[in-house]
């Protein structure tokens, strides 16, 4: 289904699950951009964790300010405002790396040094002050007494770090301070405190948050963007290969968990009741990302406009090749195999 041609059909009520991962969530920028060119897509909800609630408050925020287009500028200000913030950041590419035309930041100096310190070092101590770039753009793009009102809804989540437990965030409880514990790495920021209690990053324990969508949006149709590579070839070997795939794999876990705690309700939800209809009913679908594993850790503090965009054109595709595919099954069928996540239990 090319973008260049009118596609014509009936209106699809759609949630969104944006999964987080720094700076690789400007790869779910490139998806939402190519899925909001689509008249037809209806998003009723959106839940994200980390950059991914990053992604999901400033679309919210800009459509409801100005649709779908207002949505696509919002996000693509948002990310070209995370660039320019980190312009004169010490966390820069190797020379050799920018010549050869790889995004990690394994070669950077500082990088080295503040990955070693973050093993040894409490961000307590690093930065006392807690201070954070994101908070001032946050607060710069978004009226959060404005996305208290959105019509779509707005799942954030985030770790509360005395119970372990995950805390989802809905629009009216949604601010800057809410966004930034989302996306609160424990060794590089300091916990987040709202309300008396303090918060890390929300990857922990909902990445994203699935069933909030099925329980309060009334769509039937779920399109998961993930982040993080579920499968990574090989084994890893060196420690920095070893602790990304730990990161990983303890990042998937709570969605890998949650997706087959929902395999399970829809096998055993009667259709006939009202909570159980809206389990049967559910329909599951997932944009494929086949770059992530080509990505190392490092280049998630990659904050380049070159890298964004780099990911940007990255998620476009995959979005578009998702259209391509499954644009005719939403509404209808779910193409994530629900069912294979139950094998082996």
């Keep these: ?155 954030v989540t985030a ?36 309300d008396g209690e303090a918060y890390w990053d929300g990857g922990y324990s909902g990445n994203p948050t699935l069933a909030t969508l099925v329980q309060e949006c009334e769509s039937d149709d779920t399109i998961l963007i993930p982040i993080n590579p579920i499968e990574r070839p090989g084994i890893p070997r060196s420690a920095s290969e070893i602790l990304n795939r730990l990161n990983e794999v303890s990042f998937n876990s709570s969605a890998l968990k949650e997706l087959k705690m929902m395999a399970l309700l829809r096998k055993v939800a009667d259709p006939g009741d009202g909570e159980g209809r809206r389990w049967a009913r559910m329909r599951l679908h997932m944009v494929r990302n086949d770059i992530m594993a080509e990505l190392g850790a490092s280049s998630k503090l990659n904050a380049e406009w070159a890298f964004f965009e780099y990911l940007h054109g990255e998620g476009v595709k995959a979005a578009e090749a998702f259209l391509d595919a499954h644009a005719l099954d939403l509404g209808r069928r779910s193409t994530l195999n629900l069912d294979a996540l139950l094998e082996g239990i």
């Design 1 to 155: 289904m090319p973008k260049n041609k009118t596609f014509a059909r009936a209106p699809v009520l759609v949630d969104l699950a944006l999964q987080g991962g720094g700076s690789h969530g400007a790869f779910t920028w490139g998806v939402l951009d190519r899925l909001l060119q689509e008249p037809w897509l209806k998003i009723d909800g959106v839940s994200g964790t980390s950059a991914g609630a990053m992604n999901a408050a400033i679309l919210v925020h800009g459509h409801h300010k100005g649709g779908a287009e207002g949505a696509r500028e919002a996000l693509a200000e948002f990310w070209r405002k995370v660039a320019e913030a980190s312009r004169f950041s010490p966390f820069q590419r190797g020379p050799l790396d920018v010549l050869l035309g790889r995004w990690t930041l394994d070669s950077s100096p500082m990088y080295v040094a503040m990955d070693l310190m973050s093993r040894l070092v409490s961000p307590y101590d690093i930065n006392p002050f807690g201070s954070n770039p994101l908070r001032d753009i946050l607060a710069e793009l978004i009226d959060f007494d404005l996305l208290a009102e959105a019509p779509i809804h707005l799942f």
């Design 159 to 194: 770790t509360n770090v005395r119970t372990g437990r995950g805390k989802v965030f809905k629009n009216a409880a949604v601010t800057p301070d809410v966004l930034l514990a989302s996306a609160c790495l424990p060794t590089l920021f300091q916990a987040i405190e709202i």
